[in-house]
């Protein structure tokens, strides 16, 4: 992998999930008191957070399994979803949405940089919308893509013993 590739892949993860841990901090002081379920989900985006940054240092750092956990953190921000049942949203640093909203049936296009997060359950009244974060999208093409070059797929028969025979992620051709 190029080098400047492999430090834009690592400094984005870094830089959106240290903006998702800032947004995160600034909304629990903003809270008078949380239940139960709300510390949940807010734990869980910090964790998701975390695992950006620790993917960004990773890839920067070039280990081993840089690309898998890099690919995880990008296939998190992909879909984005908002109904009255169920709404999950989660990206950082950037998004570049395509989206439908199939209650008013009308498409449209958004890009904001930063992070943001969010999930409701049972948001009575709210339209129904899809969207495919696609910067990110493509970034975990990419990925894809280097994953399956670092971990080609063979036969059972065929397969290393040895994960140490396993190329780094410096050896891997973009």
């Known amino acids: 992998m190029k080098p400047w590739l492999r430090r834009t892949l690592g ?25 139960v ?12 957070y975390s695992v950006g940054i620790v993917a960004g240092l990773w890839m920067l750092e070039g280990h081993r399994h840089a690309v898998a956990l890099n690919l995880v953190f990008w296939a998190l921000q992909v879909p984005q979803l908002i109904s009255p049942v169920v709404t999950y949203v989660f990206w950082a640093p950037a998004n570049l949405g395509v989206w439908w909203n199939m209650t008013t049936s009308q498409t449209g296009f958004a890009y904001q ?6 999930f409701d359950v049972l948001n009575l009244g709210s339209n129904v919308a899809i969207a495919l974060n696609v910067f990110a999208l493509v970034c975990m093409f990419y990925l894809c893509v280097l994953y399956c070059r670092q971990y080609p797929a063979v ?3 065929e397969a290393a013993e040895d994960v140490s025979a396993l190329p780094s992620i410096d050896q891997i051709s973009t």
């Open 155 to 157: 036969e059972p028969d």
């Open 37 to 48: 379920l709300g510390a949940a989900i807010l734990l869980t985006f910090a964790l998701l």
């Open 113 to 118: 940089v930063g992070s943001t997060f969010r």
């Open 11 to 35: 400094l984005l993860p870094i830089v959106g999930g240290g903006a998702g841990l800032a947004v995160l901090t600034t909304v629990i002081a903003g809270q008078q008191s949380l239940n």
